[in-house]
């Protein structure tokens, strides 16, 4: 029989399921040399976010199949460590969903008519009727940050309350935005105008201190802001300093940049912050729910049988996947390389199969374009499953054409996206032992290996630019890798592809497009 460990508090029901096929060990609170002891006896490994999954842990796993995660942020997880091992990583994505949504609401609620601090003076004996005089959220204006599953929830029960809405989420469509009653503005102009602020964003490295002395100075001196998000996308000691100098009227937080939270001046200010322990997902409700969700897929998996929710492998069967693993992997990181080149809101994506691929199954291949396409957006809440429908959602629309014909290669992949900000293509293929090759960038071709870290430009083809290049690169202290520029006619228009050993400091991308002949300019993280 098959070994789990559950290494967090997770609902009786998850456990339930998984002893239909398991003997399950729930061991909560082991220190990481403790969980590296016992690991390699199990093979699956159920958490929430208490356990830290290291590449450490996964390395001593060597039984391990499957990590499952009782909630939606997977970042206490080394999924890329995961992923090389092969173990599949699934999560809930939805489970938690309305309980997030509702602390949030709770929390602006609670801020405005002082209710944690008003019950703390009654319970002291007090009856001060004074000091906890509120404010009404009827008629206010709500900006939301982050438009997805929770970000949506909040907006349609603060329409219900009478709330005017702004939201901010560059890649969200108007049409989905007018949906739900919200006005799509910029970060700016909603940090200006809102009466209250909730951030509903993944902690990635654009959203980290997205909120910072200078957007909290936008606010209005009677504005809050609350984050049931993630901790560090606000910057906590320009928050605590904005609150205690009267420049906003409050904040609640759900979430800090360190938990459990330490030595902070957060805790120092009275009534106008309000501190939860990250209870967002602490329902019954939620707990149930994701409990069940990644336990039935910690069954299924010990079965032999897919994944729903997998974050790093498909949901598909093992012969389909097996046949198809490499193409989807050439299909994600076109999807992503193309999502990176448009920039801003895709809202359409075209992929052309071509030679042998034109007749295989196409679907595996758009689904894992989508998700390339939108690993930007939503990082690892965005699986083989839930693609399609996060696209749709978006406003993107999807065509997928064929051309057996086309022969440069056996079997090659092209990717259209236009966005707000233009249209931009690539193609790639499998070459030798089956290595992705980038084969064309906006119609110029080229034959490169994709690397994690890469700048495009499109320039004119004239001497001594790749050496004005080169030289500035290195004056910011970046090491080229390799580089390769495609034409199609000589002093003519042009593409370079540089593969960089880091990714590029910040500011260096205006520095390039000053350069002579250098037109535009594109960073991309694989
Ligand atoms: N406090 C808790 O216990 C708790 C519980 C559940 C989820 N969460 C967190 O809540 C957040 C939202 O979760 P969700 O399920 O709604 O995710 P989601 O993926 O459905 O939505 C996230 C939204 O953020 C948008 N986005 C991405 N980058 C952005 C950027 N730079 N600027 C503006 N918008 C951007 C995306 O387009 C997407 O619409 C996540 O950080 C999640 O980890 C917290
Ligand atoms: O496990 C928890 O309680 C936190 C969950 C939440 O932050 C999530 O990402 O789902």
Redesign the pocket.
Known sequence: MSKVLVSDPIDQAGIDILSQVATVDVNTGLKPAELIEIIGQYDALMIRSGTRVTQEIIEAGTQLKIIGRA???VDNVDVPAATRRGIVVVNS?EG??I??AE?ALAMMLSLSRHIPDANASVKRGEWDRKTFVGAEVYKKTLGV???????SHVATVAKAMGMKLLA?????STERAEQLGCQLVDLDLLMQQSDYITL?????P??TH?INATTLAKMKPTARIIN???GGIIDEAALAAAVKEGKIAGAAL??FESEPLGESDLRAIGKDIILTP????STTEAQVNVAIDVAEQIRDVLLGLPARSAVNIPGLGPDVLEELKPYMQLAETLGKLVGQLAGGRVELLTVRLQGELATNKSQPLVIASLKGLLHQ??RE?VNYVNANIEAKE?GIRVIETRDASARDYAGSLRLEATGTLGTHSVTGALLGDKEIHLTDVDGFPINVPPSKYMLFTLHRDMPGIIGKLGSLLGSFNVNIASMQVGRKIVRGDAVMALSIDDPLPDGILAEITKVPGIRDAYTVTL
């Open positions: 909630g939606v942020g994505p938690n969903t309980a997030a602390h940050v982050g438009l997805g599953k929770i970000g901010y989420d560059p890649f969200i509903h964003i993944p902690k990635t654009e959203t997205i049931c998000a993630r759900d979430v990250h209870l967002g997902a957006a939503l809440r978006r």
